[in-house]
Structure formats: structure tokens, C-alpha cells
């Protein structure tokens, strides 16, 4: 398969899109110098290469599972996309070594080849839950790290999504506040959680 271009638009520092596929580089370049023209917005090409075939003949594959209110796409260490930060519509996770993607990417997903495997099995003890503080947030809860914590920061963390306005990940679950709880979280003040 022939190789194409692509270009990752960035805020600040933050991902917020991908572009449809480009077939020769010239036309991404000049689709980029249109884009730059907006002070605020990051551009950047990546060229794209379908995944190498081993030495049998088959494709090096992923693996898709159900994960937290979406789907989790787990490449092999050898992938060539391995560890990047966005994949299609997907976000990288350090903690799972793979990418996050929303269900609305399910057919997508599937459409590309991939096959949904089993849910995914969460191994909490990867986490140092004990060393994150809980609390209550806009009827919902926070699961707040320090900042030396080693997925700070993270955009999605074992079915929570970063807030970076409150510095940790926005849960809606009470099953999962209670399963953190039993874990060892540190909760300051159950009591405004439960009324």
C-alpha cells in the first residue's frame, strides 16, 4: 500500500485535529502553508506507512477492547506507531500502552480491520491509587495526583477524562468512586460526597 501525509493541528500545545489523508507531499506542504496563516494554530505533517508484514506474511495487528466508556487499540511494541501520541481519533495512554478511542469510534474501528476482542482487564495495582486524593466535584468526583505523578496530566486514566481546570480526572461512577475508595484513595471529606 502507498504511503500518504497527513497534518496534525495544535492549540497550545494540544492535539485538535487530523486531516484527511494526502496522497503526494507537495499537496500536504501547500495545504499546511494555508493553515499557518492562523497565528494560534501548530501545524505539523506526519508521512504515514501501513504496518510491515512479519516474516510469515501477516500484518502486524492490533488488538481491540472494550475499555472504560470506549474502546482501547493495543499495538505490539514493534508497531511503528507505537506510542504516538494520537492515532486517528484515538489518544495515547502511558498506563495501558495503547490508544483510547470514544465508542462513537466503534464502527470506524472495525471498518480499518481491527477485531473487538474481550473488555479489558484493569490491573489496579499499576496505579498507587493510595497516593491520589478523591473528592467531590460538580456531582460527580475527581481523582486528583500530585504533580510528580507519573500519568499527570494523561487525558484518559482507567475510564476518567483529565480536567485540567481541577487538576486530575473527572469520574461520574459511583461504583468506581467506591472501588478507588477500597483501594486506598485518599478521601478528606467523605461525608460532602454522600449527602
Not at 470506524?108 to 490491573?123: E, P
Not at 467531590?136 to 495526583?145: D, G, H, Q
Not at 481546570?165 to 471529606?189: C, M
Request: proline share 2%.
Amino acid at each position: 500500500m502507498k504511503s500518504y501525509y497527513i497534518i496534525n493541528s495544535y492549540i497550545n500545545s494540544k492535539f485538535i485535529s487530523s486531516s484527511n489523508p494526502f496522497y503526494s507531499k507537495d499537496d500536504a506542504q501547500h495545504a499546511k502553508e494555508i493553515l499557518d496563516n492562523n497565528d494560534s494554530i501548530y501545524n505539523v505533517i506526519f508521512k504515514c506507512i501501513h504496518a510491515e508484514k512479519d516474516k510469515k506474511g501477516k500484518k502486524d495487528k492490533m488488538k481491540l477492547y472494550r475499555y472504560a466508556k470506549g474502546y482501547l487499540l493495543l499495538p505490539h511494541k514493534s508497531n511503528p506507531y507505537y506510542g504516538m501520541e494520537r492515532l486517528n481519533k484515538g489518544d495515547w495512554c502511558d498506563d495501558v500502552q495503547g490508544w483510547f478511542y470514544d465508542k462513537t469510534e466503534y464502527d470506524n474501528l472495525i471498518d480499518l480491520g481491527y477485531t473487538l476482542k474481550d473488555k479489558f482487564k484493569i490491573d489496579y495495582s499499576n496505579y498507587n491509587i493510595n497516593s491520589l486524593e478523591i473528592y467531590f466535584y460538580n456531582k460527580s468526583f475527581i481523582l486528583s495526583p500530585n504533580r510528580d505523578y507519573k500519568y499527570y496530566g494523561q487525558k484518559n486514566l482507567i475510564g476518567g477524562t483529565w480536567c485540567e481546570k481541577q487538576k486530575g480526572w473527572f469520574f461520574t461512577s459511583i461504583k468506581k468512586y467506591n472501588k478507588f475508595i477500597k483501594l486506598g484513595a485518599i478521601d478528606h471529606d467523605t461525608d460532602t460526597f454522600m449527602e
